[in-house]
């Protein structure tokens, strides 16, 4: 009886071991993939329509006015600004920033609501690029894996760059050079 117990508890032990690792596998492959559309980044843009002598006169879109900027082309006081208020710890994080998380955790529950968010720039871009808006505990725990995958394939430059191309100024205006 004790023999075939502990002969149970192996078999349903490596049967656990086997769904976790498939589980695991499987959300590993779906970040992934997630992941990729920002590694791989490629923004529609804007077509310029110019005269003969090279001034323009309209953009052609689609969805979005687009105009890209390299981060080459973003003065460094936008950068610094972005930083100071959106994430003060960007440069020295691996995506997630625990003590932003836990600061914006006692202020929503001191206030009984969301009053302030603790995510990263990267976990924003993730947010605005791939995920949705949902205040669910799976899709913030999805995002923070994606932005430590994230943090791990590109450079910190890639990441503001990318942010500063992907959020809206409004008027259908989308991307930093395309709003100035």
Same mark, same amino acid.
């Given at each position: 009886?004790?023999?075939? &117990? ?5 078999? &349903?032990?490596?049967l656990?071991? /086997?769904? !976790? $690792? ?7 492959e =779906?970040?992934s993939l997630d992941? #990729? ?7 529609? $843009?804007?077509s /310029? ?5 090279g001034?323009? !006169?309209a953009?052609?879109?689609?969805? *979005? ?7 080459d082309?973003?003065?460094?006081l936008?950068?610094?600004? &972005?930083v100071?208020m @959106?994430d $003060? *710890?960007?440069f020295e ?5 625990? #003590?932003?998380?836990?600061?914006? !955790?006692?202020? #929503?529950i001191?206030?009984g609501?969301?009053v302030?968010?603790?995510?990263t720039l990267?976990q924003?871009l993730i947010?605005?690029?791939i &995920? +949705?808006? #949902?205040?669910k505990?799976a899709r913030?725990i999805k995002?923070a894996?994606?932005?430590?995958k994230?943090e791990?394939?590109? +450079?910190? =430059?890639?990441?503001?760059?990318r942010y500063?191309? @992907?959020? +809206?100024y409004g ?6 050079? $395309?709003?100035a």
């Open positions: 009886m004790f023999h075939s &117990l502990i002969k149970g508890s192996i078999i &349903l032990t490596i656990f071991v /086997v769904a !976790l $690792t498939a589980a695991f596998i499987y959300a590993y =779906e970040i992941a #990729d559309k920002l590694i791989n980044y490629k923004p529609e $843009t804007s /310029v329509i110019l005269d003969r002598n001034n323009k !006169l953009y052609v879109y689609k969805r *979005q006015h687009r105009l890209y900027a390299t981060y082309e973003i003065p460094g936008l950068v610094e600004g &972005l100071a @959106e $003060t *710890q960007f994080h691996n995506g997630v920033n625990p #003590d932003a998380i836990i600061r914006a !955790l006692i202020k #929503d001191k206030a609501k969301f302030e968010g603790g995510s990267t924003q947010k605005n690029k &995920l +949705s808006n #949902d205040k505990l913030k995002e894996i994606l932005a430590i994230i791990h394939e590109l +450079s910190k =430059e890639d990441i503001i760059e500063l191309n @992907e959020i +809206s008027n259908n205006y989308f991307g930093v050079k $395309t709003a």
